[in-house]
């Protein structure tokens, strides 16, 4: 800034006002300072500057997703930084991975570089270590999972409504042999998923006992490697449930390996690229992280705003989406495959 100054031939608290967009300064001296600050190509330390403002702000926020290369999370990023970006924050945006104390880690570090707010996808027991900080005014929500231990607005999916509709919609087609394949069960949204597919099978007069269970399947190959082992046995099932996208892809390598993919009815949990395309196409319960990142997002600003209404978890509905897979009927005894 000194050195913007000698070249402006004005005095550093001239260039402040300037950088800061200030009042008093005239239009002729002005100019004069933004040539100079381009030709020594000067840039504004943000966090240093805002902390000396009102409000002690940084203009940034610190963004924790399961990981950054699932497109589920990476359509919540992109979300999140189109609304906030329209009002000059930046996104801090890291993979949780679903470690919880890699979550404390990183929360740590957001608050390190002074953040105005934090967009969280919990997976620790509790979140109780963050009060210390929301209890002086740190704007805080959680996405996909709702908090332990701290109360703070949530912005989730009907996750146990949505796999309670692929159980319906997979009863109606004549399926009674139906399988569920999980994500890890310390996972919130896979403990709802479970819960709502298996409480409906219940509601449908099929006993839940007769249901195969799969669980702690957090990638594609353990999917497969699951998926193949029902499809394999003596009584297979004629319709999947997978309860992540990860896991979808794992039950489509096992279903096609076997040559099930038009014999086995699948839904899975969560749109992807291209599901469309396959043959069948996918059946899938679709969240939409577009409108759950804007919500996040949006209610994120509210509170950096001011904004002191009790804290509330605000539901985006699920969507079924039929493209031919889930709607495979269970074929005849005589017909081969599963039956």
């Known amino acids: 800034m000194r050195h913007v100054a000698a ?30 600050s381009m030709q020594l190509n000067y840039q504004l330390d943000m966090a240093a500057g805002s902390l000396r403002r009102a409000g002690r702000r940084t203009l940034s926020v610190g963004l924790l997703l399961p990981s950054v290369s699932n497109p589920f999370s990476g359509e919540v990023n992109r979300a999140i930084e189109d609304a906030l970006g329209a009002r000059g924050i930046a996104v801090f945006a890291a993979s949780l991975d679903d470690d919880p104390q890699r979550e404390q880690d990183i929360v740590a570090a957001f608050l390190g570089r002074r953040v105005d707010g934090l967009i969280l996808t919990p997976i620790a027991r509790s979140q109780a270590y963050v009060i210390p900080e929301h209890s002086r005014d740190l704007p805080l929500v959680f996405i996909d999972r709702e908090p332990v231990g701290v109360e703070a607005d949530a912005v989730v999916t009907d996750n146990a409504a949505g796999a309670a509709r692929a159980a319906a919609h997979l009863i109606s087609r004549g399926h ?37 269970i799969r669980e702690n399947l957090h990638d594609e190959e353990s999917a497969r490697l699951a998926a193949l082992e029902l499809l394999t046995a003596a009584e297979p099932p004629t319709a999947i449930f997978s309860s992540q996208n990860l896991i979808t892809f794992g039950a489509m390598r096992a279903l096609r390996e076997l040559g099930l993919s038009k014999r086995v009815a699948l839904i899975g949990f969560d749109d992807f690229t291209l599901a469309d395309m396959m043959d069948p196409g996918v059946t899938v319960i679709a969240q939409h992280p577009e409108r759950i990142g804007k919500l996040a997002a949006e209610r994120l600003l509210a509170r950096i705003d001011g904004d002191q209404q009790p804290p509330h978890t605000y539901v985006v509905p699920s969507e079924l989406i039929q493209r031919g897979s889930g709607e495979l009927r269970p074929l005849r005894p005589d017909a081969g495959g599963p039956s």
């Open 176 to 212: 009674t042999r139906l399988a569920y394949l999980g994500d890890r069960t310390d996972i919130q949204t896979a403990r709802e998923r479970r819960r709502g597919f298996i409480e409906e099978i219940g509601r449908q007069g099929i006993p839940t006992s007769t249901i195969p």
């Open 7 to 36: 070249l402006a031939g004005v005095g550093i608290k001239t260039v402040s006002r300037v950088i800061n967009d200030e009042p008093g300064v005239s239009e002729a001296t002005r100019q004069k300072v933004l040539s100079a």
